[in-house]
């Protein structure tokens, strides 16, 4: 049920791009994003509830595929501060309870 | 205004011993969770109240894991007969809906 994330890890220069993926084997009511710093509790980004949303905060935005039960991370025109480990969360269609489940992670780092 | 508290932040013990990990809501918040992280995965659900009942304890790993929230405020997460495998982060998070989760800073876990 743990959703899977891609890539595990990524390195960017300041200023460059970056896209981390978010798929699901089971159908999605929505996705949340979270980013995490090193040694700092996680931190909510946004959450997609509709299938094809998007929706953007600063120079992150996201959207969310629900016919291929995934969503996607824009990151544009990285800044250091972007550095940290960012994780999705999928709550499953049928669940019953407001349960997430998170992925693993994609691990950011971002070089002057 | 005051988020998320958890304490102890550290704490360290003994095989075989009882212990108790407390999270402070922040006030208001009716959902609270609880889950752990080790080290390079996402957070793993543990626990879910809303209000004083457990709406989903599906997570808890053996019924050596048990979390109260008498009054459904604070909650206790207590763990029984530690064992080594049992190291990790333990975070809380509450929320006033199923949209953003607020996390604690954490109570790391070493079982010795």
């Known amino acids: 049920q743990q959703p899977v994330q891609s890539p595990q890890a990524v390195i960017l220069r300041e200023g460059e791009d970056a896209v981390i993926n978010c798929s699901s084997s089971k159908a999605l009511y929505s996705v949340h994003w979270y980013r995490q710093k090193h040694g700092e509790a996680p931190v909510f980004l946004m959450i997609l509830l509709k299938g094809g949303e998007q929706k953007g905060h600063d120079k992150i935005s996201a959207s969310f595929n629900e016919k291929k039960q995934q969503s996607s991370l824009y990151l544009t025109a990285s800044q250091l501060s972007y550095s940290g480990t960012y994780f999705c969360g999928t709550l499953l269609l049928y669940s019953s309870a407001s349960k997430i489940i998170f992925g693993s992670g994609t691990r950011l780092s971002i070089r002057p | 205004g005051a988020g998320v508290s958890q304490t102890p932040s550290n704490k360290v013990t003994e095989k075989g011993k009882y212990v108790e990990l407390r999270c402070d809501p922040i006030s208001g918040h009716t959902a609270l969770y609880w889950y752990r992280q080790s080290l390079g995965q996402g957070p793993e659900f543990l626990i879910y109240?809303?209000?004083?009942?457990?709406?989903?304890d599906s997570g808890l790993p053996n019924d050596r894991f048990f979390a109260v929230r008498p009054e459904g405020s604070v909650s206790t997460l207590k763990i029984q007969r530690t064992e080594r495998g049992d190291s990790a982060v333990y975070l809380c998070a509450s929320s006033q809906s199923n949209y953003e989760q607020y996390f604690g800073p954490g109570t790391r876990l070493t079982v010795t």
């Open positions: 109240f809303q209000g004083t009942g457990a709406a989903d």
